[in-house]
């Protein structure tokens, strides 16, 4: 009792040794909110919510997005409030710029003023926890948590300690690996007690905080049982149980399928420690990529505050606070349902995608997401992977296609559609081409006709084509070729556009008093030539007075792909219903699905939709089995699946029948699959240097046989047996590929040997095997010298993958090798930079390196040409010359910019190797004396031809008075030659000897030209 009342005075002497405060600022506007996100129209971006009441109001403490369009990363710097005593009312008052971080605290930079919470103290005071950059620099990393104080809950807010309460090193000491600080939430118990929580990275902890709030107080502790838990831990207590909210993932999941995704989980203990019992999701994911969870008490109700990215101009870096209501069964939270301002189910629009389900051959899930094609969000605003439906299957792909399909449950009119394409600087390219083809009236895929495909990424296309009625659209995007391999493609939205009906034709509706209205899922409307169409209805919610006493009311509803106006259900309200007549029988349609050939075979698992339609019933009985096995039936449906697995050929057969109790007939198909590829051979002859080739497929037979010499123009077409000659005496790579009629392919690649007598020239990179010291996952070791630029080329749209070393640092190396002598003596290096050395992060060129070269079993270093340098260039070839060396391996040796993991890593785009000029031959020691002489007064031009070499020579004469020559002149001979001018005179001029001699197994050419003097006869 003692040591608490000395604490207690302490702490009152220091209350009353503060400065007065300053006066509360007044907020900067007042905000009519219509609903969620709460500041909607873009003029400012709030995120991180943290909710506090005091007294009538509840205060929401924001942090403040402030990042471009196109920035891909958070710019957060201040902190702002949003204050109501309404919530339902929507009126919010705004304090922008409440809490600047780079003002407040000296030890502060004032850049990442990341997620915080603002609770009051024993004192009466407000205390703002505020995650924000330090000033230090020698800390692994420097997000550190300060606290603001202020008498009043919207400041104004001074240093409540003068230096963080919490930094890296009181968390993780010396060590390099830990967490980042961010993501504080502070909790009062009813006993006094103080506790902190935050978490990042998947990790989440606690400490207790001393009285003063101010000061840690025992040891940090981790939390246990909160299942996939991510960041953001927020707790509150109800009752006598705890509860934590925070944000939850696991990547791969139906909630999460991204792993830059996180719903809302909470967990429940008996104690603010835990251990925490995981109760499952209450929110799922959002549009933004987090959601930063927190639940509390206001006016007699429950709400859960996130934010996303629903805001004019939102993005993942431009979030919106939200708010919606809780609700409790018992001590249970039920699952949240969030609200909109501007309710997207009852949005006028064309576009019928939304509401499409999507299915793809494949979808490269994490970190893509198939959904996001049809999620309804356009790439305004910065991307990240779940943004984009992508099929990355790795650099050395040989899938040459994907398709991505739309399915509806009625069928559409469209003459339309929308879509962007991206790419990266990894493997994502523009697709080669792409195609959408439409499922007909009797189940077949047909191309829509008219259509123009264009391919440029970051630009919105809008494709026309002739109009058709159709229950699915089906593209096909074909990647770019990249040697024997394809790149990927990545979609970021495809929207397909509905034809707008003749008139939006009302519908009648009978229900008794007290009994809500069964609105029909669907109505019938008109589009011309195409004749009436099932089109399905959100209707808007039907206040139970409306119909709690006979009358007529009517309904609005959106009918789908219909802009111009709402439908209308007129409901009559009476105690005698009335009914019609049915007599005709539903029609059935099978449409298979999955990875097609020709001929009807697939090389994929084929799911058939047994589709129903009905005059007179939008909801039926739909059957449908495959082979002989058992009937699956559904009711009030529209369509059931059934999947068939097997190799071969399998008969699928569908039936429905409608409310009256009208039976179709029964509809069969026949599906047949192959999902083995052909096998391929391809038999090299290394002496005459070709390659026998072949292919057989056992079940649905080889369509086509194709081959392709180093990756360049168009396969060629070859016959099995044939065999392919290589096109010269240099080294190649000869790709041999089949496809069979469902579409599997095989390639075989065979490397053909460098050929007698070839002469290496240009880039001899290519011809290299690379290897390194260490290459990220998603990196790829072949980017060393996979480029197709010429020498020297800087053409950042050719230098295809990229060797990365993330987040390693130290030394690392990559090298080349060949399976013969290569001479050289130049290289060129494209180091990958995406940062700037003063971030000290991320890929960043070498501090230092050096190029050996493998001298028998020893490697040396290069011998640099006067002026040459090993330099860090990144937006181009680093050319690096030096006296030729003969050898079989080069290894570039580099010490990363990092000092430690994470602190800035090496990797290269492209490396090319520049064959050595051949040396000029040593001349002949052949010479040439001329003369001449009158021989009856007629001029005679002689020349004597002496070999000085070992070996014979050929020598070729060629004068202005004709030519001769001599098949071998002798080692150490000579043989002279003479002409006959039959001129008295001859001006001075020359005789030009060809020389030919083989030395050293070489054939060595030269031209002497021999001159002779002007001469006359008497």
Excluded at 524 to 542: D, M, T
Excluded at 606 to 629: F, K, P, Q, S
Excluded at 989 to 1008: F, L, N, Q
Aim: aromatic fraction near 10%; hydrophobic fraction near 40%.
């Amino acid at each position: 009792m003692a040591v608490a009342a000395v604490a207690a005075t302490a702490l009152m002497t220091a209350l009353t040794a503060l400065p007065a405060a300053a006066e509360p600022p007044d907020p900067t506007r007042t905000i009519e909110s219509a609903g969620n996100p709460i500041i909607a129209d873009g003029s400012y971006y709030s995120a991180d919510a943290a909710p506090l009441v005091v007294g009538d109001t509840l205060y929401v403490y924001t942090g403040h997005d402030e990042a471009g369009p196109q920035t891909g990363t958070f710019v957060m710097n201040d902190y702002g409030v949003l204050a109501t005593d309404d919530v339902e009312a929507g009126v919010w008052e705004h304090y922008p710029d409440n809490l600047l971080p780079g003002e407040v605290f000296d030890w502060a930079t004032g850049n990442a003023a990341y997620a915080g919470h603002v609770t009051t103290g024993a004192d009466g005071r407000f205390y703002w926890y505020a995650p924000v950059q330090w000033e230090r620099t020698d800390v692994p990393n420097r997000m550190v948590i300060g606290v603001a104080v202020s008498d009043s809950p919207v400041g104004p807010w001074e240093d409540a300690i003068g230096e963080p309460l919490l930094t890296w090193t009181d968390v993780f000491g010396g060590s390099a690996n830990g967490q980042e600080l961010i993501d504080p939430h502070v909790f009062t118990d009813d006993d006094g007690r103080v506790w902190m929580y935050w978490g990042a990275w998947s990790v989440a902890r606690v400490v207790e905080l001393e009285p003063t709030m101010t000061e840690l107080k025992g040891e940090i502790q981790v939390l246990s049982g909160l299942t996939s838990f991510f960041e953001a831990p927020w707790v509150f207590k109800r009752g006598d149980t705890y509860y934590l909210a925070y944000d939850w993932k696991q990547a791969g999941s139906g909630c999460t399928p991204s792993n830059y995704q996180a719903c809302v989980a909470y967990a429940t203990a008996d104690n603010p420690l835990g251990p925490w019992t995981y109760q499952g999701i209450i929110l799922g994911g959002t549009s933004a990529t987090t959601v930063h969870p927190s639940i509390i008490e206001f006016d007699g109700a429950w709400y859960l505050t996130y934010h996303t990215k629903d805001a004019v101009g939102g993005g993942h870096f431009r979030r919106s606070v939200a708010i919606d209501e809780v609700r409790w069964d018992g001590d249970r939270i039920l699952p949240v349902t969030p609200t909109w301002a501007d309710d997207p189910a009852f949005r006028l629009r064309a576009n019928v995608a939304p509401e499409a389900e999507v299915s793809a051959s494949f979808t490269e899930s994490p970190p893509m997401r198939l959904g996001a094609v049809n999620d309804g969000f356009r790439a305004t605003t910065a991307l990240l992977p779940p943004d984009q439906w992508g099929n990355y299957r790795g650099q050395t792909s040989t899938v040459a296609s994907d398709w991505v399909m739309y399915q509806w449950d009625a069928p559409v009119r469209t003459d339309g559609m929308g879509i962007q394409f991206h790419r990266d600087a990894n493997w994502i390219r523009p697709p080669a081409s792409w195609a959408v083809e439409y499922l007909d009236g009797r189940g077949e895929w047909r191309p829509v006709e008219g259509a123009v495909y264009p391919t440029e990424v970051g630009a919105w296309h809008e494709v026309s084509f002739e109009p058709v009625t159709t229950t699915a659209l089906r593209a096909t995007f074909t990647g770019a070729e990249n040697g024997p391999y394809y790149h990927s493609v990545s979609v970021s939205e495809w929207e397909v556009y509905s034809v707008q009906a003749d008139r939006l034709v009302p519908v009648g509706v009978t229900t008794a008093p007290g009994v809500a209205p069964e609105l029909p899922p669907a109505v019938r409307l008109p589009f011309g030539a195409a004749g009436e169409l099932w089109v399905p209805v959100s209707w808007r919610p039907v206040d139970p007075q409306a119909y709690a006493v006979p009358g007529v009311f009517t309904v609005q509803g959106r009918a789908l792909g219909q802009e111009a106006g709402y439908v209308t259900a007129v409901v009559t309200v009476t105690d005698r219903p009335s009914g019609g007549e049915d007599t005709q029988a539903p029609t059935v349609l099978l449409a298979p699905s999955g990875t097609s050939g020709e001929d009807g075979w697939f090389s994929s698992d084929v799911v058939v939709r047994v589709t129903a339609d009905d005059e007179t019933d939008y909801l039926l009985t739909v059957e449908g089995r495959v082979g002989e096995g058992e009937w699956l039936s559904a009711d009030g449906v529209r369509h059931v699946e059934v999947t068939v697995t097997e190799e071969g050929e399998t008969v699928v057969t569908g039936r429905a029948r409608d409310a009256a109790g009208n039976t179709s007939a029964e509809v069969t198909r026949t599906v047949r699959i192959d999902t083995t590829a052909p096998e391929v051979s391809a038999v090299l002859d290394e002496e005459a240097r070709t390659v026998l080739v072949g292919a057989t497929d056992a079940l649905s037979g080889v369509a086509a046989l194709e081959y392709r010499v180093d990756g360049a123009g168009a396969w060629q077409a070859v016959a099995a047996g044939a065999v392919i000659t290589a096109p010269d005496a240099l080294p190649h790579e000869l790709a041999v590929r089949a496809r069979d009629r469902a579409g599997n392919t095989r390639t075989v690649v065979v490397d053909i040997p460098l050929g007698d007598g070839a002469q290496l020239e240009g880039n001899l990179a290519r011809y290299a095997t690379p290897s390194a010291s260490f290459t990220s996952s998603w990196e790829s070791v072949a980017g060393l010298n996979d480029g197709t630029m010429d020498l020297w080329e800087d053409n950042a749209a050719e230098y295809g993958r990229q060797w990365g070393t993330w987040n390693r640092a130290g030394e690392q190396w990559a090298r080349l090798d060949w399976g013969f002598d290569v001479t050289v003596d130049e290289i060129g290096v494209w180091w990958f930079r995406d940062t700037p050395d003063a971030s000290n992060a991320g890929m960043i060129p070498p501090r230092t390196w050096v190029l050996h070269y493998l001298d028998g079993q020893t490697w040396r270093e290069v011998a640099l040409d006067e002026g040459s340098a090993y330099g860090r260039r990144s937006d181009g070839f680093q050319r690096v010359a030096f006296a030729p060396v003969t050898t079989r391996a080069l290894r570039i040796v580099a010490q990363s910019w990092g000092q430690a993991d994470g602190g800035g890593s090496t990797g290269i785009r492209e490396w090319q190797v520049a064959a050595a000029a051949a040396p000029e031959p040593e001349p002949l020691e052949v010479s040439v004396a001329t003369a001449a002489r009158c021989v009856a007064g007629r001029v005679v031009v002689t020349a004597r031809v002496s070999n000085g070499e070992a070996v014979p020579v050929a020598a070729e004469l060629a004068s202005p008075f004709g030519s001769r020559s001599s098949a071998a002149v002798g080692a150490g001979t000579s043989v002279l030659h003479a002409f006959t001018t039959r001129q008295a005179q001859v001006a001075a001029g020359a005789i030009a000897v060809t020389v030919t001699a083989v030395v050293d197994g070489e054939a060595v050419s030269e031209v002497v030209e021999a001159p002779y003097a002007a001469h006359a006869c008497r």
